[in-house]
């Protein structure tokens, strides 16, 4: 399936009514062109709130995205943003059947997914903590179930950062822009075999996953003696000297990105 259609309704510069925006859109790739502050940044993050996204930042809602009419007047109260998504396999109409909207299209009844995503600004009571109360349901009117957790880690979406400084975010790290793109590239992810700890090595090591191949250099690294020795020399000569009574600390030297490790990092990761 793709999405086919955006409604933005009181988000940042937009409206409601004639002054909300609407997008349409083709399968493939799709291209947002325009000057600085026309909003294109406020599509990509509109889509963000709506689908939810795998990310390296935490992204909410707050009072500042609630639109403010030009003339000055009071901030909306409400933000709903609409996404329209065609072209649905079997598959899609299995995983969202109780979501899905039947349209007459061409003397067929054709299935839709329609997800309304809205977020209420919080009242102020007091001294009390206020919150913005999001819902996200499904329907042409937004008259359809809740989607739950599962239903919308189902369209969860993958979002890059824009790449303003691109010697930075492609250099080698955990929270490098190479480093999402081949967390979620499928033929990256999917192809190859895990490293066995107890059989070893397969003779072909081609035949590895990316994170195969972290785990393989992490036990060569920990059989090499350098290694053994600086990880020793770390853990009794600092890091025990920082410990507290039940809790040591401890060090261990791996590859970003294995999958063996709880703590994962180029270089040292403390532990107790």
């Not at 004639?18 to 291209?31: D, E, M, V, W």
């Not at 975010?169 to 999402?180: D, P, V």
Request: hydrophobic letters at 35%.
């Amino acid at each position: 399936m793709f999405l086919s259609q955006l409604r933005i309704e009181n988000f940042r510069a937009f409206g409601e009514g004639k002054a909300a925006l609407t997008i349409k859109f083709n399968p493939g790739l799709t291209a947002i062109v325009g000057e600085n502050d026309t909003g294109k940044t406020a599509v990509i993050d509109a889509l963000r709130l709506a689908l939810g996204t795998k990310d390296q930042e935490y992204f909410r809602v707050d009072e500042n995205d609630f639109h403010r009419p030009s003339d000055g007047s009071a901030r909306a109260k409400e933000i709903r943003i609409c996404c329209r998504f065609e072209g649905l396999t079997l598959s899609d109409k299995g995983a969202f059947a109780e979501h899905l909207t039947y349209e007459d299209q061409r003397e067929d009844k054709v299935a839709v997914l329609i997800l309304n995503w809205k977020a209420v600004a919080p009242i102020q009571t007091g001294s009390q903590r206020r919150f913005t109360i999001v819902e996200t349901r499904s329907g042409k009117v937004a008259d359809g179930p809740v989607f739950d957790q599962a239903a919308k880690a189902l369209l969860c979406a993958t979002y890059l950062r824009p790449l303003r400084d691109a010697e930075r975010a492609l250099s080698a790290g955990r929270g490098s822009r190479l480093s999402q793109v081949l967390q979620h590239t499928k033929e990256i992810r999917d192809f190859g075999t895990d490293y066995d700890h107890e059989a070893g090595a397969p003779t072909d090591l081609s035949t590895l996953s990316v994170l195969g191949i972290g785990d393989f250099a992490n036990a060569l690294l920990s059989q090499h003696k350098g290694v053994r020795t600086a990880s020793s020399n770390l853990n009794t000569k600092y890091l025990e000297q920082l410990s507290f009574a039940g809790a040591k600390l401890e060090g261990s030297i791996s590859v970003s990105g294995s999958k063996g490790e709880d703590l994962r990092g180029c270089g040292c990761c403390s532990k107790n």
